[in-house]
Nanobody, 123 residues
Framework: QVQLVESGGGLVQAGGSLRLSCEAS???????MGWFRQVPGKEREFVAA????????RYADSVKGRFTISRDNAKNTVYLQMNSLKPEDTAVYYC?????????????????WGQGTQVTVSS
């Protein structure tokens, strides 16, 4: 079983930046890691994902060019650098991981989820 702990959320003005971190522990190996986000009343939305060894990345169109996902395998940690933040980026951000092929963008393809961290962007 994998445990995920996110940190780094908070309140920021539009145009600002935040960096989210997610540390994995437990039975963890060659896993894809990624981020989803959710606002009340809506389904969880894919944000970004990264493979374990080759570090291939995938992004939602809404964050391309503004967000960067990266990972430090020695620390079992994935990061999400968020720049040029917009009010519509406001959401709870969840770290996810699973042993899966490719870089899935649907929530039900990830079995391991963190508790979530709130990101609020004010206009």
């Amino acid at each position: 079983q994998v445990q995920l702990v996110e940190s780094g959320g908070g309140l920021v003005q539009a145009g600002g930046s935040l960096r989210l971190s997610c540390e994995a522990s437990g039975s963890f190996g060659n896993y894809v890691m990624g981020w989803f986000r959710q606002v009340p009343g809506k389904e969880r939305e894919f944000v970004a994902a990264i493979t374990w060894t080759t570090r291939i990345t995938r992004y939602a169109d809404s964050v391309k060019g503004r967000f960067t996902i990266s990972r430090d395998n020695a620390k079992n940690t994935v990061y999400l650098q968020m720049n040029s933040l917009k009010p519509e980026d406001t959401a709870v951000y969840y770290c996810v991981t699973d042993l899966t092929a490719g870089l899935p963008t649907t929530a039900n393809q990830y079995n391991n989820w963190g508790q979530g961290t709130q990101v609020t962007v004010s206009s």
